[in-house]
């Protein structure tokens, strides 16, 4: 392969794999110790305007799932995080951050309540399950915290209704964000949920049977035809655009929920409990030292961001772009950044430093950089 990485068994493929390598994979990533797939042949530009006007299939069985069972379910996922789940449902998604007791982020999955005692974390790029089955032993929780090899398969872009309701019919193709069902495939019960990690935010199918990961890959592809679909996988510009944070890149666990923009879903009244709940509200009192940004700054098209860029005003480092990417659509390179309290509002004027030493001139904006 043209990145020259090296396949090893710590670094697992996933059952679409060969499919993948059918269609042509350019470029992969390593994501929760498995292969991501990441290009098709296209520039990332090209693949941006086809995913924002047509449909994709991607391959995210790196989105691993941990799964939480047994009579304290419920108890051991609200003491992972600062959200109030008290009246989750049945059939919903969740956006949840998991915390540690100084209130660091650990993970943001989203959390699908499959029973009442049954759960999935689907997970970003970290080890939370090691984490979460830790939590249950030392908190001695009646759980079994297990990875199931589940491997889920996303169809996005503004198309994939279509796509779906296709496949399933018009009742799952009306799902709300972040609900899911449950379809029949080939004599199986697999989840569908309306969600993804794209600004359209289609589909993804949960299947849990490797062996039938060809036969849904060649499914999907047949009805995303008549549609235009092409092999892709999340796109760089896309997510900026849409202000989609990357957990490993805009967070670690040295930043908090509050810092993220996540003060919205955390409940730190004290009506429910949750470790890192006192760091939490400690920090909110005080009010976080910085909050996620987006920065659009003047320039030729930027190169990628491997390395944080410094955001400056005037001789006062305020920030650092964490990701970046010009977008075709605004016609300007546009970046994710912590900014210092302080020089949050919009509009206000700032330089970026380039990896090449040169500076350019930049204004603070809210996130998204458009909708929809």
């Known amino acids: ?17 060969e499919r993948v390598r059918q269609h042509g994979v350019t470029g992969y990533s390593v994501y929760n110790h498995m292969i991501l797939p990441k290009s098709f042949g296209m520039s990332v530009e090209d693949s941006y305007w086809h995913l924002n006007e047509n449909v994709q299939i991607w391959d995210v069985s790196v989105q691993r799932q941990v799964e939480i069972t047994g009579p304290d379910a419920a108890r051991l996922v609200q003491w992972l995080t600062p959200r109030d789940l008290r009246q989750a449902e049945t059939g919903r998604c969740y956006y949840i951050p998991v915390v540690d007791r100084d209130g660091g982020m650990l993970n943001d999955p989203v959390l699908l309540k499959l029973a009442a005692d049954r759960f999935w974390l689907s997970v970003a790029d970290s080890d939370l399950l090691l984490y979460v089955k830790g939590l249950a032993i030392g908190g001695g929780y009646d759980v079994s915290v297990e990875e199931p090899d589940v491997n889920p398969l996303a169809i996005q872009g503004p198309k994939a209704v279509s796509v779906i309701a296709a496949l399933f019919g018009e009742v799952v193709a009306k799902l709300k964000f972040f609900h899911f069902t449950h379809i029949d495939l080939f004599g199986t019960r697999q989840i569908v949920s309306r969600s993804g990690f794209s600004s359209a935010a289609g589909f993804e199918i949960y299947l849990d049977d490797p062996t039938l990961a060809e036969p849904l890959w060649d499914l999907v592809w047949d009805a995303g035809q008549p549609f235009g679909m092409k092999a892709g996988g999340p796109n ?16 670690t666990r040295e930043n908090n929920p509050l810092e993220m923009g996540y003060g919205k879903v955390c ?14 509200q400690a920090i909110s009192a005080a009010g976080p030292s910085k909050v996620i940004r987006g920065v659009r700054f003047e320039g030729p098209p930027c190169p990628s961001c491997h390395v944080p860029w410094p955001v400056h005003k005037g001789e006062r480092k305020i920030g650092q772009i964490t990701s970046a990417a010009w977008s075709p659509r605004l ?32 204004v603070i904006c809210d996130l998204p950089f458009r909708k929809g």
């Open 236 to 251: 760089l510009i896309d997510r900026i655009e849409a202000g989609l944070l990357g957990y490993g890149n805009e967070m």
């Open 331 to 362: 016609k300007a390179n546009v970046g994710l950044s912590l900014i210092d309290r302080g020089y949050l509002e919009a509009g206000q004027q700032v330089q970026v430093t380039l990896p090449d030493g040169s500076q350019t001139g930049g």
């Open 267 to 280: 409940t730190l009244d004290g009506s429910i409990d949750c470790i890192g709940l006192q760091a939490l």
């Open 1 to 17: 392969m043209s990145d020259g990485l090296q396949f090893a068994r710590r670094i697992r493929t996933s059952p679409y794999f």
